[in-house]
RNA sequence: GGCCCCAUCGUCUAGAGGCCUAGGACGCCAGCCUUUCAAGCUGGUAGCACGGGUUCGAAUCCCGUUGGGGCCA
């Protein structure tokens, strides 16, 4: 099967995830049948162009592994991929539509369309441009819109993809603009010309498309050329089951690489946003996507964008990381946390406990929660209470003495031991020694070593700590416990 | 309001007339494990919107109703 698909988004600023998946979904059929991912940046709305929208959506792309292999940045065989720089073209095919009398210039004021409008709506008539000008053959000299010439009864068949025929009532269908007043073209010209003279095969879009595409396709007519396919994807919808849109929070691509979402695992969320491999399969790589997607697997009704399910997918995609990758992913949140550069040697001290950390760790910023006081210089900082835990609350000799025993129990261990195992045994034979219950004791070593109550498994958070900062750490408890006046 | 699309557990979905006593995943609940928190394991909860047809047989096909969404205003 010949592929080519593009993804056209319009420069008015920061992609987000219903925008996206669309992109992915074009992305997938071009790799799965060895096609052309096409981006074409659709600016011809020179009104709400927003600078630097451009690279931000390039960036999107790139973050989640979406390569394209034509596009305003590396050009290709159908250059320019700015509609802005493809004026020329619109105009073109413009013309060649009036010259045959297929388009016509409408001369028609605003406030005069605003004035139709109003009337149809008293008169309870369906909306839209009266035909004043079709016959009136108004002169180019004029402010004018280009107007295409609209069948007047009949219906107009499109052949969606996925849902098959639709059909639309002509009588009901205005003459829409092609050609604006500052001659740039509408979408439904530009989006038209472009996909004809870039050879896209399947136009992949949101549903929110189909009710206008009658006009793409009696525009495709007008010109004598031949439809692509019609893809009209279900939309992706909010919480508030509406369209999934701005109003809805955090909705931007970069958004969610900042708040520490994977992109393979966003990747996967969105590809199942709509589309499936067979009854069971929820975890796929993308290249296991890329191998399995098929246009037949998309469904038809619009899902919800469930972040719940996102966030524990991204959890299982930390999880399944290699533990050296995840340090390197981490170390940015790390350095951010502790203020300073972590070196490559320093943060492999951490790849014993890696694993275990990953298991914790669902959003990736968590992970300087989870290794922030590895760093710590000088005294940690936490409450009293917290050392105490629940066994010794409001008994702070009894944690005292836990403590020292504890210090005493581990200052034993020589150097060498200083092992998970070695740990272990050490802290539980105490445990067991002193008739108290494990979690009792290791409570207040816990909170001594990490300043939290929440922390890593502690055997290997102490190993990864090394004997000489956890001595001195348990000594700072020990002395803070000696005198209970906070 | 007009036109169009859609309809399976709370959510994402499998299901293309008998494999359905409707499967999986997330969530939720319970239990196990347990040094915190997690992870893991076991079990459970919950759905074919409704009404008519067609058929020996319908979640699956047709019609209608209802509901939701999109576009236009």
Redesign the pocket.
């Known amino acids: 099967m010949n592929v080519r698909v593009r993804y056209g988004p319009s420069p008015t600023g920061e992609p987000h995830v219903g925008n996206i998946r669309t992109a992915l979904f074009d992305w997938l059929l071009a790799r799965r049948f060895g096609g052309q991912f096409i981006v074409r940046i659709e600016d011809t709305d020179q009104s709400r162009a927003v600078e630097g929208a451009e690279q931000l959506i390039l960036d999107a792309l790139t973050w989640l592994g979406l390569d394209w292999d034509e596009g305003p940045d590396i050009g290709g065989p159908y250059a320019p991929y700015r509609q802005s720089e493809r004026l020329p073209m619109y105009v073109d095919a413009a013309r060649r539509l009036i010259d045959e009398g297929k388009a016509y210039r409408c001369v028609c004021s605003p406030e005069r369309l605003d004035a139709v409008?109003k009337s149809q709506?008293k008169a309870?008539q369906?909306?839209?441009y009266d035909r004043l000008c079709r016959d009136l053959n108004c002169s180019a000299d004029d402010p004018h819109v280009v107007r295409l010439a609209m069948p007047l009864d009949g219906e107009t068949i499109v052949n969606d993809y996925l849902?098959g025929d639709?059909?639309?009532?002509n009588a009901?269908l205005d003459d829409h603009v092609l050609l604006k007043r500052d001659g740039f073209p509408t979408y439904h010209l530009a989006s038209v010309v472009d996909d004809h003279h870039m050879q896209i095969t399947h136009v992949i879009r949101g549903?929110?498309w189909?009710?206008?595409a009658p006009r793409h396709v009696q525009t495709y007519a007008a010109l004598g050329w031949d439809e692509p396919a019609w893809v009209h994807i279900p939309?992706i919808?909010g919480p508030d089951?509406?369209?999934l849109s701005k109003r809805h929070g955090a909705t931007s691509i970069r958004q969610y690489a900042e708040e520490g979402f994977l992109p393979e695992a966003l990747l996967n969320f969105l590809a199942?946003?709509?589309w499936?491999k067979?009854?069971?399969t929820?975890i796929m790589s993308c290249e296991e996507i890329t191998e399995a997607f098929d246009l037949d697997?998309l469904?038809?009704?619009?899902?919800?964008f469930?972040i719940?399910?996102l966030r524990?997918m991204n959890?299982r995609y930390i999880?399944d990381l290699d533990p050296a990758d995840f340090l390197r992913r981490g170390r940015p949140h790390l350095e951010d946390r502790v203020g300073r550069p972590i070196a490559d040697d320093e943060l492999d001290r951490l790849l014993t406990i890696a694993t275990a950390i990953q298991?914790?760790v669902k959003l990736m910023p968590e992970f300087a929660d989870y290794t922030d006081f590895f760093f710590a210089e000088g005294p940690l900082e936490y409450a009293n209470a917290d050392l105490m835990g629940r066994a010794y609350k409001n008994k702070p000799w009894a944690a005292l003495e836990s403590v020292e025993a504890s210090l005493r129990a581990l200052r034993s261990v020589d150097e060498a031991g200083w092992t998970t195992p070695a740990l272990?045994s050490a802290l539980r034979d105490l445990a067991e020694e002193r008739g108290e219950k494990?979690?009792a004791v290791?409570?207040p070593i816990?909170v001594a070593a990490t300043g939290k109550?929440?922390?890593?498994?502690?055997?290997e958070t102490l190993e990864t700590l090394g004997q000489e900062l956890t001595v001195e750490r348990l000594n700072a408890a020990a002395e803070r416990l000696a005198r209970p006046d906070d």
């Open positions: 409008r709506q309870k369906p909306p839209g849902r639709v059909s639309f009532q009901l549903e929110e189909l009710s206008s939309i919808r089951k509406g369209k199942l946003l709509g499936s067979d009854e069971s929820t697997g469904g038809l009704s619009s899902a919800m469930d719940e399910r524990e959890a999880r298991e914790r272990e494990p979690g290791f409570t816990r109550r929440i922390a890593p498994p502690l055997f």
